[in-house]
T-cell receptor, first 115, second 111 residues
């Protein structure tokens, strides 16, 4: 199947700093990517839909000013967690679909720990 | 998207078939049934999907009932590496459409 990568795989930061997470589709172009958050022992929760060349669409309850999404090219979407706090510590996962597939392929995830 | 119902957990003996059920009684005509699994601390892995016909690939088989209100994912010979949380999702097949995850089934393969 298609390959989606994320960088970094793990990040530890101090409270109040901003953290950027990259999601790349390596062997196909993706006009749409998705960002999820997963807390321990819980399921994946969709945060937002990232649209290439336009604004992201956020799910209800997700703060768009805190979780900035940029989808500047057909192979890259970035999620920036601004002014991170300990409650933002979570597993962040992206997904992308494309190349003629009608399914989504997920990245390996990024573990964010805010101290 | 239609909601799905899965048992929270199941056990399966290594080498035996694992049969994971999913109810999706409100599925609409253009929604596919997708199965993903998530091994601890990794991103979800695509397994299989189908509309109404049974499907088989190198990983698993998908059996969809004639009324499409339920389905079963079959792992024919479970191994310890199949221990994971399995998610059944129904969704219109389009790359722009979101996946909404339920709670899934935690499958434990026992030696």
């Amino acid at each position: 199947g298609a390959v989606v990568s994320q960088h970094p795989s793990r990040v530890i930061c101090k409270s109040g700093t901003s953290v950027k997470i990259e999601c790349r589709s390596l062997d196909f172009q993706a006009t749409t990517m998705f960002w999820y958050r997963q807390f321990p022992k819980q399921s994946l929760m969709l945060m937002a839909t990232s649209n290439e060349g336009s604004k992201a669409t956020y799910e209800q309850g997700v703060e768009k000013d805190k979780f900035l999404i940029n989808h500047a090219s057909l192979t890259l979407s970035t999620l920036t967690v601004t002014s991170a706090h300990p409650e933002d510590s979570s597993f962040y996962i992206c997904s992308a679909g494309g190349g003629g597939a009608d399914t989504q392929y997920f990245g390996p995830g990024t573990r964010l720990t805010v101290l | 998207d239609a909601k799905t119902t899965q048992p929270p957990s199941m056990d399966c003996a290594e080498g035996r078939a694992a049969n994971l059920p999913c109810n999706h009684s409100t599925i609409s005509g253009n929604e596919y049934v997708y199965w993903y699994r998530q091994i601890h601390s990794q991103g979800p892995q695509y397994i299989i999907h189908g509309l109404k016909n049974n499907e088989t690939n190198e990983m698993a088989s998908l059996i969809i009932t004639e009324d499409r209100k339920s389905s079963t994912l079959i792992l024919p010979h479970a191994t310890l590496r199949d221990t994971a949380v399995y998610y059944c999702i129904v969704r219109v097949a389009n790359t722009g459409n979101q996946f909404y995850f339920g709670t899934g089934t935690s499958l434990t393969v026992i030696p």
